[in-house]
Every structure is written in C-alpha cells, then in structure tokens.
C-alpha cells in the first residue's frame, strides 16, 4: 500500500469518525428539541389554570358555567375537590407579565363585537409544556356554545400537561434502578423518581411506594395471562384488585390489610396511555383497610402487553389524610401514562 493510500484512509476513517460524532450531536439535540422546542419551563401549580377574562365579565352565567366544565368535583375523591383551581385575571395583569404568560395552562376569552366566534389553540407557545386556548367570541352566548363544544378537549390537553411535566421531572431524578427491573419483568419502561422504593417484588407482581410526610403513595403492577375479554369487566378486574391487595398489601395493625371499598361503586373508561396509545380500561373509585381505618382513592389501569399475551394491571392508591389527594392522585396518573413499549401494543 502507498503512502498516499494510507492518508486517503486515514482521512476517510477521521471523517466517518466525525461523521459519527456529528450524527450523534444531532439527534441528541433533535430531541430535545421535540421536548422542549428550546422553550422555558412553564410554571403554575398542579391542576391550576389562568382563566384571562375582565372582572365585569366574569360573573353570573359566565362564572357558572367555567365552573360547571373545569370547577365540579374531581370523581371518587374521599373528599370534593375541584377538577381545576381556576384563578381568573384581568387581561392587562396577564399580558404584562412575562410570568403568567409562561403559565402551564391558559384559557383567555375576548368577547367584543365583531369576532369571529372561535376557538383558538396553541401548545407549547410561550413555555413548557403549555396549553394556550384564546375565545375569541362577539357575545355571551357564542362563548357558551364554545365552552360546551370544547371543553373536553381543554381539560384533556391540561391533564396531558401535568402529565409531560411529572414525566420531564422525574426523569431529571429517574430510580434507573427501579427501570431495569421493571423492563426486565414487565417488559415496559415507567419514570419513577427517587424517591420511590419497591416494597415488594414477586415473580409476576411488584409494590411500589413512595413515602411523603404525612401520607403513602402507591403502584401495585401485576401480569397474567390473557384469556378472553371478560378479563377486562369491571366486576373482574376489582375482584383481582382485591385479590392482590390482600395478599400484598398489609396494614399497620394485625390482620388489617387494603381491600376495595365496595358501598360507594365505581366508574370506568376506556383511555388511550402511552406514546403508542394503548388501550386501557381505566377504573376509579375508593380502597379501604380492612379491620383498621385508613382508606383513600384509587385509579386502575388494565391493558394487554404488547405482544397481546398478558393482561397487565397497574393500580395507583393515594393515602394522604392532610393533603390534596387530587394532586398526589394525578402524580401517579401520569407515571403510567408515560409507559413506553419497544414494540406497540396489540389492541
């Protein structure tokens, strides 16, 4: 070999090299930028949203029906607490302040003659994650015709943000070692944050807890083998709830151990999790202890994994006798919603 071919080789291996180096820059930043666009955080407390409407508007059958689609009791809560905290501001506080424009969740409604009567969305505009909704509407009625129409779709993308943004958070202080262990097992990947631990780890069956001041937060994750779809009833998949939370999950006094609470009902959806948009029976309702007293909500979630053999069930359950269990409730909710597969899942 020259002397002149081994420079075009040494050349050609630097540049693949670099080549390499480059690409690998790239995609880096290409996914950040997916994530954040390069924009600040947005700010805000979880479930709160600025509603940007003049004072001498905002009350009457207005200010009634903002609470009636955003302000009603969250369902299944021990006790009543709203959907969202809505703080409403006039509109020359908000635009002027570089701050609350960078709120996570925005509604502004601009009633004035002559608009076009329409609903305008913008996400991830001024922050991240962002939901920005602009009324622009000609009179009260208009308003009321939007707010009916599209209510759903503003409270879904809310709760979209306070999922991205547990998810963002708690992947800055991720328990890789709760990850591993749970792709190994289950085969998907959850973000859970440090401050979690597993209680128990069986075969088929994990506990994950999360020990705040003055409260408990908790993730049961169990696989079967699926069967048929009457797996997916809600008679069945409490009864398995049940099943599981008395083998595994024992209370502080002797013989006391979390079981369903039966007298109240339950309510059932069907939602779509995860970036490959699972489908998942989604069951609300309440869980006692049984020969003690402590008790709380819960939100269950029950899908086949994706290769469609095993029924998979992750259970959230809040104790928080002090403190909001809407928040802590939704903290969980988005841990789940941010389930990652390799390969989708068969619907």
């Known amino acids: 070999m020259t002397m002149k071919s081994k420079g075009f080789l040494g050349f050609l291996v630097l540049f693949l090299v670099f080549s390499c180096l480059m690409t690998s820059c790239s995609k880096e930043k290409t996914q950040q930028d997916i994530e954040s666009k390069g924009l600040p955080s947005s700010g805000g407390k979880t479930l709160e949203a600025i509603l940007v409407i003049p004072d001498e508007v905002y009350k009457g059958e207005i200010k009634d029906t903002v609470g009636k ?26 635009f002027n302040s570089e701050m609350f424009t960078k709120h996570r969740n925005i509604i502004i409604v601009d009633i004035k003659a002559g608009n076009p009567n329409k609903l305008k969305q913008r996400l991830d505009y001024k922050s991240y994650p962002q939901a920005y909704f602009e009324f622009s509407v000609d009179n009260r009625d208009s308003l009321f015709a939007l707010l009916q129409r599209h209510s759903d779709l503003i409270k879904e993308q809310f709760y979209n943000n306070e999922h991205r943004r547990v998810n963002s958070a708690f992947k800055k202080l991720e328990n890789t070692d709760i990850t591993r ?47 048929n779809e009457e797996q997916f009833s809600q008679e069945n998949i409490i009864a398995l709830r049940d099943e599981l939370a008395k083998k595994y999950i024992p209370g502080p006094t002797r013989g006391s151990y979390m079981g369903t609470e039966h007298r109240f009902g339950f309510i059932s959806d069907t939602v779509q999790i995860g970036e490959d948009k699972i489908t998942a029976i989604e069951t609300r309702g309440l869980w006692r202890l049984y020969n003690d007293y402590m008790g709380g909500p819960f939100v269950n979630y029950c899908f086949r994994d994706s290769q469609g053999q095993r029924l998979v069930m992750i259970d959230c359950f809040v104790y928080s006798p002090k403190q909001s269990k809407r928040d802590q409730l939704m903290q969980l909710e988005a841990v789940v919603y941010g389930i990652k597969y390799e390969n989708k899942t068969k619907n």
């Open 69 to 94: 689609y955003f302000m009603k009791a969250c369902p299944w809560l021990a006790q009543p607490e709203p959907l969202f905290d809505i703080v409403q501001m006039n509109p020359t506080g908000f």
């Open 181 to 227: 262990k749970l792709k190994s097992k289950f085969g998907f990947h959850l973000t859970l944050s440090e401050e979690f631990y597993l209680a128990v780890n069986e075969e088929n069956f994990v506990w994950l807890r999360k020990e705040p001041k003055d409260g408990s937060l908790g993730i049961m994750i169990y696989a079967m083998d699926y069967k």
